[in-house]
């Protein structure tokens, strides 16, 4: 129930909080696999890894903030997306939200990833190089192989 001083925009607030894809998270690693197969569409072959990287940025909490890196940029969300090029003030490459977004709305965060992974790809011919956790994703498939994706 809805206090009478909050009103009808104080109800459209609290729907709002409870929208799907807009509420800090922390993710098990199967529920994040099978939310990035869909409604996101990404393809099977990247999804371990993914989720692999999530793990070692962020142990799956969509809320993480870094400490400030040597540039005074700023790492957001469950993937630790930078401030320097991707949120705020980021070049034209960047993702176009706000780093706040990330924190909160995992359909800006899919779409950002999907950007990082392909404007590395293109720079250095493997889009997971983007994450510097990526060096301990060997055997990505540990996270996801009881997930029952396909």
Avoid at 63 to 80: E, T
Wanted: hydrophobic residues 35%; aromatic residues 12%; glycine residues 8%.
């Amino acid at each position: 129930m809805v206090p009478a001083w909050l009103g009808g925009l104080g109800l459209l607030a609290l729907l709002a909080l409870r929208a799907p894809g807009v509420e800090a998270h922390v993710y098990e690693a199967c529920e994040l696999a099978k939310q990035l197969k869909s409604p996101y569409g990404f393809p099977l072959s990247q999804i371990p890894t993914f989720v692999c990287i999530a793990y070692y940025e962020s142990r799956f909490n969509t809320s993480a903030v870094s400490k400030p890196n040597r540039d005074k940029s700023i790492d957001y969300g469950i993937f630790q997306i930078n401030s320097r090029w991707w949120c705020d003030r980021g070049p034209k490459l960047g993702c176009g939200v706000t780093c706040q977004t990330l924190l909160t709305d995992m359909d800006q965060v899919a779409k950002c990833i999907k950007a990082i992974y392909a404007e590395t790809k293109r720079l250095k011919g493997d889009g997971f190089k983007a994450w510097t956790t990526y060096k301990f994703c060997k055997n990505p498939n540990s996270f996801t192989d009881k997930c029952q994706l396909s």
